[in-house]
């Protein structure tokens, strides 16, 4: 009899070494094109007087992140990045779920309305600042289709472009909703398409509102699929760059409106560049930042996702 128990445990062996294998060439994609590249940051963020000339430094310490937590344009970019990720994450999720709600009750051109909804998703990010611009910017030839619909309700113009801080930030938050907001209503009009018909079945033989079924069986059953939106809408938005290139152009510093992913541009190639370790400790910083969110959202997710 044990010769049987040998050849079933060798089994499991071998078995379990071909899973390792077929694991290894995944596994050594993450290392060599992430798992090394972080920490070479964040070796290059601890580095002090680090010369790109020489490639020398030295010592090291947290110098990096002390000027990085103290400069004025980090601060500013971290301020604006905040502001687009609470405003434009729960907007565009919200917004997508009414879309995709609406969507799901029209049986007629639905698939026509999809494709209508989508192609913002798939048009370049500059060719579609470019025709915010056209309407928010104010030339010396016309105040733009939007201050011309704000003089035609008795209001006076705004330079959405080039004027106040608020101005140019609303019109940051609704270019980054109408360019996220297409790839949202997708994944919810998927989601509510794969609920299964006997709840509702249930709720209206019983005579639930509508509002009700909501909030008990819609909500709960799509809750994945939203919470999915909501993590990588949160990463997305603190990774937000071309947005705001797209909108105010290369030297977002002067217009106050930079993002932590441009200032860590900005350090490596921009007028101020040449400073990799300022530019690595600013990274090391977003990326801490990103995933204590993700993680707050992963706990939150347990009490209130249903899988």
Not at 10 to 32: C, E, I, Q, T
Request: with cysteine; proline share 4%.
């Amino acid at each position: 009899m044990e010769k049987p128990i040998r050849s079933v445990s060798r089994r499991h062996r071998f078995s379990g070494l071909k899973g390792w294998l077929y694991l290894l060439p995944a596994m050594a994609f993450l290392g060599v094109f992430m798992v090394y590249p972080l920490i070479d940051v964040l070796i290059y963020s601890l580095e002090e007087g680090f010369n790109s000339a020489s490639q020398t430094h030295f010592g090291y310490g947290i110098y990096n992140y002390e000027y990085v937590l103290h400069d004025p344009y980090f601060l500013q970019a971290v301020k604006n990045t905040f502001i687009l990720v609470i405003i434009t994450v729960p907007l565009s999720t919200g917004l997508a779920l009414l879309i995709a709600l609406g969507l799901s009750s029209i049986q007629k051109l639905k698939d026509l309305f999809q494709t209508i909804y989508f192609l913002p998703y798939v048009t370049n990010t500059l060719a579609v600042g470019l025709v915010f611009m056209i309407l928010f910017r104010k030339t010396a030839y016309s105040d733009g289709l939007v201050n011309m619909l704000i003089h035609f309700f008795g209001g006076e113009s705004v330079d959405f472009i080039d004027g106040p801080y608020w101005a140019k930030m609303l019109v940051l938050c609704l270019y980054t909703v109408w360019i996220v907001l297409p790839f949202k209503i997708i994944i919810l009009t998927s989601a509510l398409a794969s609920v299964d018909q006997t709840y509702y079945n249930a709720a209206m033989v019983d005579g639930t509102p509508a509002g009700r079924v909501f909030w008990k069986i819609t909500l709960p059953m799509i809750s994945p699929s939203v919470f999915y939106l909501i993590i990588t809408g949160f990463i997305g938005a603190f990774k937000a760059y071309s947005d705001s290139v797209a909108l105010f152009g290369t030297n977002l510093n002067a217009a106050g409106m930079n993002t932590i992913v441009g200032y860590v541009y900005d350090m490596l190639y921009g007028n101020s560049g040449g400073y990799p370790s300022y530019a690595s400790a600013a990274a090391i910083i977003l990326f801490a930042i990103v995933l204590t969110i993700t993680c707050i959202n992963l706990m939150v997710s347990k009490k209130h996702v249903h899988y």
